[in-house]
């Protein structure tokens, strides 16, 4: 079994790494959730596209003839910067949520191998009769069996124990 996942994480650690997501939460309180159906039928701006409405942007700030007026000048203008801004956001934000997720497969894939380890070594203590490992074989057997599907009435009892 290996073992790349070797840390633990404090209550206190928990806590200032949420209060940290609360306080991106405040400083971007305009932040947008769309639906699938609204993200289809948005114009999206893609790196292929950027150069494009950049240089739209710096075109219409420079000749008052294609400039549409002068507030949605000054809106493109603040949809570019928040744009350029939150892009940097977004790209250090889906390294660290790649890093938490891959970090989290890996913990709960060593948890896996360990209960699937510690499950062989109750069958083995069953099949030599050691008194109380058959039902530890029939408990972990049932869940086992399930893929690790909880039944409806036991799952307040299994997620009270894990948080």
Request: proline share 4%.
């Amino acid at each position: 079994m290996s073992n790349l996942v070797n840390t633990q994480i404090s209550d206190e650690d928990l806590q200032s790494v949420l209060q940290a997501i609360t306080t991106i939460h405040q400083k971007l309180p305009f932040l947008l959730k769309f639906s699938p159906g609204d993200k289809k039928s948005t114009a999206m701006l893609e790196d292929g596209r950027y150069p494009f409405a950049s240089k739209a942007l710096d075109y219409a700030s420079r000749e008052a003839s294609i400039c549409p007026n002068a507030q949605l000048l000054g809106e493109a203008q603040k949809d570019r910067n928040t744009y350029d801004k939150l892009q940097t956001v977004d790209r250090e934000l889906s390294r660290l949520s790649e890093m938490v997720t891959d970090t989290r497969m890996v913990a709960g894939a060593e948890l896996y191998e360990f209960a699937r380890v510690a499950y062989k070594m109750a069958k083995i203590s069953a099949s030599i009769c050691t008194p109380g490992t058959q039902s530890i074989v029939d408990d972990l057997g049932r869940l086992y069996a399930k893929n690790g599907i909880v039944p409806a009435d036991m799952r307040s009892f299994v997620f009270s124990i894990s948080d």
